[in-house]
């Protein structure tokens, strides 16, 4: 490992955030898993699973604030890799139930099962609101001059 030029409090990027996203898509992919075993729906027992993932990363954000501050962007970076892979595991699994059912019942069928049922929010709804307040976060970070030494 290369030290030259890090600070004492320096941290190693690698080590925080690597085990962060492959929990965080470990836990996504059980999510979806669990959704595929139920039938492919988005029910009370996947927005508790979903939830529970939520949690974890407040957990894991409160617990490594100090080494987030040490990051350049550590707050944002982290916020980005939780959106990336939620909201594509959840828009990946629709996109696949939607060709599956599309090929078995025509484009109505798809459409019904993703636009008229609970996909709509755990999709479309959840990555625009979800997109929104991570524009406000990069937005602020930039503002706050985020990237200067």
Request: with cysteine.
């Given at each position: 490992?290369?030290t ?9 990027v ?17 999510v979806?898993?669990?959704?595929a ?8 027992l996947?927005?508790?699973?979903t ?5 974890g990363?407040?957990?894991w ?14 707050g944002?970076?982290?916020h ?24 078995e ?45």
């Amino acid at each position: 490992m290369n030290t030259v030029g890090q600070s004492p409090q320096s941290t190693d990027v690698r080590s925080l955030f690597l085990p962060y996203t492959l929990s965080l898509v470990g836990g996504m992919a059980a999510v979806q898993i669990c959704i595929a075993v139920t039938g492919g729906e988005i029910t009370v027992l996947a927005a508790t699973l979903t939830a529970v993932v939520a949690f974890g990363l407040l957990i894991w954000a409160w617990r490594h604030r100090r080494r987030l501050t040490r990051v350049r962007f550590g707050g944002v970076i982290a916020h980005t890799i939780a959106y990336v892979v939620v909201t594509t595991s959840f828009t990946a699994h629709a996109a696949g139930r939607g060709i599956a059912l599309g090929a078995e019942g025509g484009i109505e069928a798809a459409a019904d099962s993703l636009l008229a049922s609970p996909w709509f929010g755990a999709t479309l709804v959840m990555s625009s609101l979800w997109g929104l307040g991570l524009l406000l976060h990069l937005l602020g970070t930039v503002l706050g001059h985020g990237w200067e030494d």
